[in-house]
Each structure stands twice: as C-alpha cells, then as structure tokens.
C-alpha cells in the first residue's frame, strides 16, 4: 500500500518511506498543526483484522504514551482511520544499533558499547519503575542519533501482540536471537526478562555475533534454554573483566541470579567505566556450571503459564481440535512430551509455524524468487519490471518489505518485487549545430546526459553545438553521458588605444594596463621636454587593436650634464723647452702655450707648471676625447700633443690628468 501524500487524523502528511518492522511500515510525516517533522508507524494488515489486538495495542501504546525520558523514542499520538492502525511518533535522525554493529563488522569499542548500554538501561529502568516491560529489547529497536544519543523504540507494543490472539499456536514475538528463555518457552516475562536481552545486546556489541545461533529460530530458542554462552572475553580478551561479568550475570538463565533491577544493573555498569578490571560482579553459585538446568518447579510453572497462554488461542484452532479426536490424541501425547521439558510453546511453533523469517530475494531470478517464496508459505507479487543498470534482465532489483536480519513475517504475507529489464537502451541524437539548450533538451528526452565544455571558435556563433563526442544514431545505454563542446565565438576582444604622449611613464602604464592592453618602453632625449614624459607612441591614440597587444612607448630621459677637471702637469716639457740659465724666469722667450681640445689655456713657464683651473663639461655616460696640445709662444710650432679617448662622463667626480 502506497501512502505518500496521504494525509491522516486531518493533520499527518505522509511524505516517504523510511523503514519497514516486523509489525509496521515506518513514514516521515508532516505535523500540520505544530509545524514539525514526526515518525508514523503504521501497522500491517494481518495485525489490524484481530479486535483483541486492536484493543490491547490501543492499551499498550497509550501506556508508553505517558513515558518521558531522554532515551525513549517519544509518543505523540496513536490513531486509527478505518482499518488503518498508526502511531505518531518522535523523528529521529540516526542508525539502529544493528546497522552500525553491521556496518563495523567487528567489536565495537568497549567504552562506546557501554555508554550506550547505560542509555539503555536507563530507558529500561524508566519504564519498569512505570510497569512497563519492553519485551522485545534487540539492537534493530535501539536508534543511535547522529549526536551519539540512544533511543529506545517500541515499549509496550511487544507486549500488546504477545498477550493477542494474534500469537496463535504459541508463536513468540520479537526476535528469537535475543530471546531470555522464559520468553523462548512462552512463560512469564516481566523486568528481568528485558535485562537478559540488554545482556545478549551488550555481547553483540563487544564481540561482534550473537552468543546463540543456528539454522532455524527453533534451535536457537533451545540454546537459549539449555546451553551456556561463550564467555565475551574469550572472544575478545581486550574486554575488561568487569564487563565481562555484567554480561554472563545478565544472561543467567535463572531470573533469580540475574540483576533484579536495571538500577542494580546500572550501578554495576557505572563502577565498570570507572575501574573496569575490578571484581566487584556478584553472579551467585551456579555461574560457573557447565549447562544451566531449568528447575522442576520453574518447568510447572512455565507449563501453567503455558496452558493459560495457549487456552487463549484461536477459536478456529479449539473447533479444529474437538472435530478431529484422533489428531487431538495425538496432539495432546506429542504436547504432554514436551511439556515434561518445559518447552509446549515451541512444539506449537514446530507444528503450526506461521511467522517465517524474510528471505532476501533481490538479484534472485524471477524463478528462484517463486520457488523460495512457495517453500516459506509466502505470496510473491511481481509489482513492476523496471530498466536497470546494475541487475540483469530477469533479476529481483527490490522488494517490499524490504530484507533485514532476523526479519519476521507472517505466512502467505505478499512481499511485492521489483523485476529488472535489464539495461535499457537508446539512440544518440545530432546535437551538433544546435543551441546548447536544445541539445540538452534532446539528450535529456533520450535519456541521456549532458557533459559540457566550452571553447573559442572564430566561425561557429557563440552558443551553438560544435561537435560531440559519440556520432549520432549510434545506440547505448540510458542514461549514458554525451560530451559536447559548446562555441564561445571567436573570443577576440577588441580595445581603443589610449592617448599617451606627454604622460609620465607611470601614467601610461596604467592606461594600457585598464585598457587589457601590454607595454614595451624604450628611451630618447629631447632637450625640449620634460625628463619621463612619453615622447610618442607606436599605435595612435583612438586606434582599435586586439585585447593584449603590445604598445611601445618612447619615455624621454635627458642626460645629466657634469663637470670635468682637466689637471696638466708640463715639468719636463718645461724643462726641455724653458729659457736658458740666467734668462729671465717670467719673460716670454721660452714659453709654451697649453691648449685644451683646441681651446688655449694659457701660457706655461718655469713659475707655472700646473693647470688646475681647465675645466669641460659633458653628459653623463656620453664618450669624450680630451686633447692637450702644447706649442712654443716664439715660433708657433707644436713641440708636444697627446690625448684620452673615449673618455666616459661619470656622475660622480671626473678629474682627467696630463703628465
């Protein structure tokens, strides 16, 4: 039954599917009228059809109803539309225990696990100071929240369907894995019973399996009843002893050596955080026995309980019984036997079974599906058959309800499945010269996906489909990806070139960089203008090139003029050439004239033999030759000429010297 959008008790809007139990179907649902998100569970069809049970349920749920603790899953509501049974719970964001004992594949860390159970124990402790007994504590009823918190779900429920006719024939509830053995012979449950499933719980947690298991829920009852676990720390010796002995007291078969309490439970667990290798477990004598024996007086009891039970069994199975005398002989002697064990409640599973567990049928063959559906008495409907791209054709893909561990249905229940068709097939479309919209748009009408990139094309607009990768008309699978490669046009951009002459250099550079345009700077010297300004550039002013070309710009730099001493020093030319001995030291005769790049500087005699006051000037970094020239006053004639070529002009001191 499909619920989505349904709207119930005029205010739940079912909106999805979230989860499947063995007694309902789990919704996220809208709360209309205070405007938040809740969890509805709604019951299946086989436990709405039982008015005892409809009735005990309503009871029960109503009693849960009233528990408020940090670590139940609360309950908001319980209603009914025509035979549409639903409670209206909290929302949780998380994982079942199971799932992330799954998921580990392991042991869990044994100071996580025990956090986690002192939740639990204190939910439990909760509801048994309130009456309320669980009856069904297993890790599929145990949400963890994403911030690490448990959630107890589902109190009072279990006990509303084992005291219903709905457990015709001494069918149990629950799952038998976690069964205390009072619940597996169908006795008496109550408090301690909740607190040796806690015990089954904890050891899943701390060594990864279950401590009792076997090919049918038969024979893992029995082990429940008659033989004693592996011990967790043999399994996993990094368990703390402490931890160890809170297991095996939990689990101890008589309820007398058990914790009476999940206070007492709880105070153990709290002093095992704190000095876990401590003994402080008090088990009680029989701890340490190979089988645990169930007392005489337990079995009577059990098989008193167990005639009450059964007396309150199906009508249609009492009518059977009464007109058929000689089956109820033989009945009777086979129950009388197993009465004598304390175990009536299982021979009637045995014979009468009418819970079976969920097999999972997906990527079983149509066929296989069939024949495993008709050997557990259950109905197999074929929903649909879907494309897929994961199961071949032929192949179950899904099935409602959908598998879990230890998942229990009823007989001739009809689990409705999902057939695969296999890989569903298409053919390409031509996509190329279309606008990219319209590509997409077909390749989505033939199933199939879109991979887009983009690149410059000078002949094809901007837009349009130029190529893709897989030709057109060539057939593939749905929902395959088609790449296409889209025109962004030519990709040329083009700019103005700014205006630059008589702008500094830096100007310039930021004009041609805010124009995505580059610069190449070369120098001149123009006397004429300021020093850095631009004296012309290569492309016009207004002049339209493409983004990123270069512009080079003329910049002025003026050369900077220095002074240059000229030092002569003319001793011996002076001597060679200076009047004779007794001539008059300042006449004329004898004399020299210097000349300086063919500027006269002066006359030399004996009394002035050094020139310090020539100076030139030139611009730094221009090439000068300097030429001395020194000629006789009398006859004209040069008696002595050098020079110093390609003098560089420094900025620093210039001081050239001839001697």
Not at 29 to 36: G, Y
């Amino acid at each position: 039954m499909n619920l989505e959008g349904k709207i119930l008790g005029n205010r739940y809007e079912i909106i999805e599917k979230i989860g499947n139990g063995g007694m309902a179907t789990v919704y996220k649902s809208k709360d209309s009228v205070l405007n938040r998100y809740v969890a509805i569970k709604v019951l299946r069809d086989e436990f709405t059809t039982d008015e005892e049970f409809i009735k005990r349920f309503r009871i029960e749920a109503q009693s849960a109803a009233s528990l408020t603790h940090p670590n139940i899953v609360s309950i908001f509501d319980v209603g009914n539309e025509g035979s549409l049974y639903y409670i209206v719970m909290e929302l949780i964001k998380g994982k079942t225990l199971k799932e992330i004992i799954t998921e580990e594949k392991g042991p869990l860390p044994w100071k996580w696990s025990l956090n986690i159970v002192i939740q639990i124990a204190s939910a439990l402790e909760m509801a048994h100071k309130n009456n309320i007994v669980h009856r069904d504590i297993k890790p599929h009823n145990i949400i963890i929240t994403e911030d690490g918190v448990a959630k107890v779900t589902d109190f009072g429920i279990a006990k509303a369907v084992s005291n219903s006719t709905i457990t015709a024939f001494g069918t149990t509830i629950g799952s038998v894995h976690y069964f205390s053995p009072e619940h597996a012979r169908g006795g008496y449950t109550d408090a301690k019973s909740d607190l040796y499933s806690l015990g089954v719980v904890m050891y899943e947690m701390l060594t990864g399996r279950v401590p009792f298991d076997a090919d049918t829920p038969v024979s893992v009852a029995l082990k429940h009843m008659q033989e004693k676990p592996v011990e967790p720390k043999e399994l996993n010796p990094s368990i703390p002893q402490s931890v160890n002995d809170i297991i095996m007291k939990a689990m101890q078969k008589d309820t007398n050596l058990r914790y009476q309490s999940a206070t007492e439970m709880l105070k153990d667990l709290n002093e095992a955080l704190k000095s876990p290798e401590a003994n402080f477990v008090q088990i009680g004598e029989d701890m340490n026995a190979a089988t645990q024996r169930i007392s005489t007086q337990e079995i009577q009891e059990a098989e008193r309980k167990a005639r009450e039970q059964n007396g309150k069994k199906p009508n249609k199975f009492k009518e059977l019984i009464l007109k058929h005398k000689v089956l109820s002989g033989i009945l009777g002697a086979i129950l009388l036997f197993f009465l004598v064990f304390g175990v009536s409640s299982l021979i009637f599973n045995m014979a009468f079974p009418d819970d079976v567990e969920l097999p999972n049928f997906v990527n079983m063959t149509k066929e296989e599906a069939e024949q495993t559906a008709e050997e557990l008495n259950l109905k197999l409907v074929i929903g649909s058959e879907e494309f897929s791209p994961d199961v071949e054709a032929g192949k179950i893909i899904s099935q409602d309800p959908e598998y879990q561990e230890n998942y229990m249905v009823k007989e001739r229940s009809e689990i409705t499945v999902v057939v695969s068709k296999g890989t569903e097939k298409t053919t390409v479309p031509k996509v190329e010269g279309m606008t990219r919209e319209e590509a997409e748009k077909a390749l989505e009408e033939a199933n199939l996906t879109a991979e887009i990139t983009e690149e410059n094309d000078e002949e094809v607009e901007a837009g349009i489909v130029i190529s893709q990768d897989i030709d057109p008309n060539t057939e593939i699978d749905a929902g395959s990806v088609v790449k296409i490669v889209v025109s962004k046009g030519s990709g040329i951009v083009m700019v103005k070139v700014p205006s630059l002459v008589g702008k500094t250099e830096q100007e310039a550079k930021d004009l041609l960089e805010s124009a995505n345009l580059e610069v190449n700077v070369v120098n001149d010297e123009d006397d004429s203008k300021d020093n850095g300004v631009v004296l012309r550039q290569n492309k016009d002013a207004g002049e339209e090139v493409e983004e990123g070309t270069t512009i080079t710009i003329t910049v002025n730099k003026v050369a900077e003029t220095k002074e240059i001493n000229v030092v002569v020093n003319v001793n011996e030319i002076i001597k060679k050439y200076a009047p004779s001995e007794g001539d008059d030291e300042d006449s004329e005769v004898g004399t020299v004239t210097v000349k300086v790049n063919n500027e006269t500087r002066g006359n030399v005699s004996k009394s002035n033999t050094n020139f310090n006051d020539i100076k030139l000037s030139g611009k730094v970094g221009s090439k000068l030759t300097i030429t001395l020239e020194i000629i006789d006053s009398e006859t004209k004639e040069t008696i002595y000429s050098t020079e110093k070529p390609n003098y560089e002009v420094k900025s620093g001191n210039n001081t050239v010297t001839f001697s």
